[in-house]
């Protein structure tokens, strides 16, 4: 298919690169809003780092901390509210996907004036999508959503329950300084969590995107290959700088846009986790790893021979005597299998999620991305019944 790439993102990328955060944020600004999460960042040594290299540049800061994972609206709000009071002119995001997510969004709440909610896709008659914002430069602290490189957020709705998204030009971060040391100290579940979410990531353009795209299948299969590969080996050994900086480097690759590029890619298993965790706050990534195999059960039953594609290559099975949907299932059950070797949940009950609300998240499911049948988009795409009975098979 015709196709358009943009990603203006620059990135820094290797071991010890934060050293270099106060010259490069002295390119766009003179005090920054710096964006944290839960705390690791002040426990590991990293936030200390960041503002010492800030202050050799004689840049000044404030601070928002305290992002939740599933970022609220309302952190969104409080950040952009201390970036005005404070008159910051730059904002950093140090943290992992939901820090890196709300302070997009900040940055472009800062320069706008009514409720930052609008600026969230989510179809409504005040729907302003952003057009400008404070240069924003991502330092993520963990492998995970490709959030550093894109132009993309996720943002929850406490209130409503609504879990949506905004991806836009933009919301792209100026530089994204990408430092595999600051991952050395992620636990291991955190980091299992993570290589899911890369993995998803590409798996979702590889399983939903059109036919008749072979550098692109090969470039999905290469990646999760090796996010299979070296994801094992940093769950196992989280001081591994090597297999850090491999998995961080798939989860770059996994969502900036290259693998993606002329698949018309669709998301559906983000789409029915984001219904999951937007009602019961689980970990994104371990929210894919219930949904993944279930929903990839669903669509191997359409689309066998890609699944059988995936066997073949993925995991290296033999096509010999079987059939595609045979091979298909096989790989998916494998999958599974590395999905729970690494620590992953794979079952609803795991998580102490029941069957009780399926109806609602299926319906919330499609909220966000369906055609005008209200289908859930996705290769096929999934009615109502489809996504309960995807959720079913997961309990
Ligand atoms: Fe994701």
Same mark, same amino acid.
């Given at each position: 298919?015709?196709?358009?790439?943009?990603?203006?993102?620059?990135?820094?990328?290797?071991?010890?690169?934060?050293?270099?955060?106060?010259?490069?944020?002295?390119?766009?600004?003179?005090?920054?809003?710096?964006?944290?999460?839960?705390?690791?960042?002040?426990?590991?040594?990293?936030?200390?780092?960041?503002?010492?290299?800030?202050?050799?540049?004689?840049?000044?800061?404030?601070?928002?901390?305290? $992002?939740?994972?599933?970022?609220?609206?309302?952190?969104?709000?409080?950040?952009?509210?201390?970036?005005?009071?404070?008159?910051?002119?730059?904002?950093?995001?140090?943290?992992?996907?939901?820090?890196?997510?709300?302070?997009?969004?900040?940055?472009? &709440?800062?320069?706008?004036?009514?409720?930052?909610?609008?600026?969230?896709?989510?179809?409504?008659?005040?729907?302003?999508?952003?057009?400008? !914002?404070?240069?924003?430069?991502? $330092?993520?602290? %963990? !492998?995970?959503?490709?959030?550093?490189?894109?132009?993309?957020? $996720?943002?929850?709705?406490?209130?409503?329950?609504?879990?949506?998204?905004?991806?836009?030009?933009?919301?792209?971060?100026?530089?994204?300084?990408?430092?595999?040391?600051?991952?050395?100290?992620?636990?291991?579940?955190?980091?299992?969590?993570?290589?899911?979410?890369? +993995?998803?990531?590409?798996?979702?353009?590889?399983?939903?995107?059109?036919? /008749?795209?072979?550098?692109?299948?090969?470039?999905?299969?290469?990646? +999760?290959?090796? &996010?299979?590969?070296?994801?094992?080996?940093?769950?196992?050994?989280?001081?591994?700088?090597?297999?850090?900086?491999?998995? @961080?480097?798939?989860?770059?690759?996994? %969502?900036?846009?290259?693998?993606?590029?002329?698949?018309?890619?669709?998301?559906?298993?983000?789409?029915?986790?984001?219904?999951?965790?937007?009602?019961?706050?689980?970990?994104?990534? !371990? #929210?894919?790893?219930?949904?993944?195999?279930?929903?990839?059960?669903?669509?191997?039953?359409?689309?066998? @021979?890609?699944? !059988?594609?995936?066997?073949?290559?993925?995991?290296?099975?033999?096509?010999? #005597?079987?059939?595609?949907?045979?091979?298909?299932?096989?790989?998916?059950?494998?999958?599974?299998?590395?999905?729970?070797? +690494?620590?992953?949940?794979?079952?609803?009950?795991?998580?102490?999620? /029941?069957?009780?609300?399926?109806?609602?998240?299926?319906?919330?499911?499609?909220?966000? &991305?369906?055609?005008?049948?209200?289908?859930?988009?996705?290769?096929? &795409?999934?009615?109502?019944?489809? +996504?309960?009975?995807?959720?079913?098979?997961?309990?």
């Amino acid at each position: 298919m015709n196709f358009e790439f943009y990603n203006p993102t620059k990135m820094v990328f290797g071991a010890g690169v934060l050293s270099r955060l106060g010259e490069i944020v002295g390119q766009y600004g003179k005090k920054a809003l710096i964006v944290t999460g839960g705390g690791s960042v002040k426990r590991s040594g990293t936030f200390a780092k960041a503002v010492e290299s800030l202050a050799k540049a004689g840049i000044t800061y404030a601070e928002c901390s305290g $992002v939740e994972p599933n970022p609220r609206i309302t952190s969104v709000t409080r950040g952009a509210k201390i970036a005005r009071e404070e008159g910051c002119d730059v904002i950093i995001a140090l943290g992992g996907g939901s820090t890196m997510d709300a302070s997009k969004v900040m940055a472009a &709440a800062v320069l706008y004036d009514g409720d930052p909610w609008n600026l969230i896709g989510h179809g409504q008659a005040d729907w302003h999508i952003p057009t400008k !914002a404070l240069p924003i430069i991502t $330092v993520p602290t %963990l !492998a995970a959503t490709g959030s550093e490189m894109n132009g993309g957020a $996720v943002i929850s709705n406490a209130e409503t329950k609504v879990k949506s998204f905004v991806k836009t030009s933009a919301l792209f971060p100026k530089v994204a300084l990408v430092d595999s040391e600051l991952t050395l100290t992620v636990p291991k579940d955190q980091t299992a969590y993570g290589v899911c979410d890369i +993995i998803t990531h590409v798996m979702e353009g590889y399983f939903n995107g059109i036919d /008749g795209t072979p550098i692109q299948d090969r470039w999905a299969e290469g990646v +999760i290959i090796n &996010a299979m590969e070296y994801g094992r080996k940093a769950v196992a050994d989280g001081s591994d700088l090597e297999a850090r900086t491999q998995v @961080q480097w798939a989860s770059i690759v996994g %969502l900036n846009g290259w693998v993606q590029a002329g698949v018309n890619t669709l998301s559906p298993m983000h789409m029915i986790e984001h219904a999951l965790s937007a009602h019961h706050d689980i970990t994104h990534g !371990a #929210g894919l790893a219930i949904v993944g195999p279930a929903w990839m059960r669903f669509a191997a039953k359409h689309r066998p @021979q890609r699944f !059988a594609q995936f066997a073949e290559r993925v995991f290296g099975f033999s096509t010999e #005597g079987k059939d595609d949907l045979e091979l298909g299932l096989k790989a998916i059950d494998a999958y599974e299998e590395f999905l729970r070797n +690494i620590g992953c949940p794979t079952h609803l009950s795991e998580v102490g999620i /029941g069957d009780d609300q399926f109806e609602q998240y299926a319906k919330d499911a499609a909220l966000v &991305a369906h055609d005008n049948e209200g289908r859930l988009l996705a290769r096929p &795409a999934m009615t109502m019944d489809d +996504i309960v009975g995807v959720l079913r098979s997961a309990l």
